[in-house]
C-alpha cells in the first residue's frame, strides 16, 4: 500500500537554525515525491518536486529510495518559513492519479 | 499552473442538510480530484473526476453521500449531503496535469451544527 509518513507533528527552531523535515514513504514501485507548504491563511501550494531536483527558497530535499525517505532540508531557518508542511507521493506508474498526504507537519520558527 | 477559484469559502449548515461546493478553474484541465481534510488531520482524497467519465471514490466514499458532477474541462461539484457533525471539513479542489504537480484550490471550510 502506499503511504508516506511524518513522524513529527511540530517543529520548532529558532532562526538561523538548520531545519530538517522528515518523510518515509511506502511504495513498492518507483515514487515520485513532493513537497507542499501551507502557509497561514494561503492554500496549499508545491515547494518542490524530487525529479526537479531545484532548490526553493533554500529547501531541498533528496530522495534515497534506500531508506524510502524525501526529508526536506535548509540550513538557516527563517522565520517567514513558518507554516505547514506536507510530503507528498504518486506512483512513477501512476501518472494522472491524485497524491497521498503525510499528515503534515507544522514548523515554528521563532527569533 | 492553474488557478482554482472555490465557492463557497466557509458555510455552517444544519444537521440533515445538504451543500454544494463547486469548484472553477482558469484552463481546460483533465484531471480533478477533491479532498478533505478534517482538523488536525491530513488531507484524505475523496474522488477523482475527470470529465467525461464517472467520478472514481476511494474507500469510504460513496456516491450517494458525496455526489460529484464534472460537466466540463474547467468546472464541478461536489454534494456534500445529509449533513451530520462529522462532515465539518476543510473540502479541497484540485486539477493536475497528466505527469505534473496538482494546484489546490482555497478550499472550502464546513461546519455542521
Known amino acids: 500500500a502506499q503511504r508516506v509518513t511524518q513522524p513529527e507533528k511540530l517543529l520548532s527552531v529558532f532562526k538561523g537554525a538548520p531545519v530538517e523535515l522528515k518523510c518515509n514513504y511506502s511504495?513498492?514501485?518507483?515514487?515520485?515525491l513532493f513537497w507542499y507548504v501551507q502557509y497561514s491563511r494561503q492554500r496549499l501550494q508545491l515547494l518542490l518536486r524530487h525529479i526537479s531536483r531545484e532548490s526553493i527558497k533554500g529547501f531541498t530535499a533528496d530522495l534515497n529510495k534506500g531508506e524510502t525517505s524525501f526529508h526536506l532540508k535548509k540550513p538557516f531557518a527563517q522565520e517567514e518559513d513558518s507554516a505547514m508542511y506536507y510530503c507528498a507521493l504518486r506512483g512513477g506508474d501512476q501518472a494522472g492519479t491524485a497524491l497521498i498526504f503525510g499528515k503534515g507537519t507544522t514548523l515554528s520558527v521563532s527569533s | 499552473s492553474a488557478v482554482i477559484s472555490q465557492k463557497p469559502s466557509r458555510d455552517i449548515c444544519q444537521r440533515g442538510t445538504s451543500l454544494t461546493i463547486q469548484c472553477q478553474v482558469d484552463s481546460q484541465v483533465t484531471m480533478m480530484f477533491w479532498y478533505r481534510q478534517q482538523p488536525g488531520q491530513s488531507l484524505t482524497l475523496i474522488a477523482t473526476?475527470?470529465?467525461?467519465?464517472?467520478?472514481?471514490?476511494e474507500s469510504g466514499f460513496v456516491i450517494d453521500k458525496f455526489p460529484i458532477s464534472r460537466p466540463n474541462l474547467t468546472f464541478s461539484t461536489l454534494t456534500v449531503s445529509n449533513m451530520s457533525p462529522e462532515d465539518s471539513s476543510i473540502y479541497l479542489c484540485?486539477?493536475?496535469?497528466?505527469?505534473?504537480?496538482?494546484?489546490f484550490g482555497p478550499g472550502t471550510r464546513l461546519t455542521v451544527l
Open positions: 484540485s486539477v493536475g496535469d497528466y505527469y505534473n504537480e496538482q494546484f
Open positions: 511504495y513498492s514501485g518507483s515514487p515520485e
Open positions: 473526476a475527470n470529465q467525461g467519465s464517472e467520478a472514481t471514490y
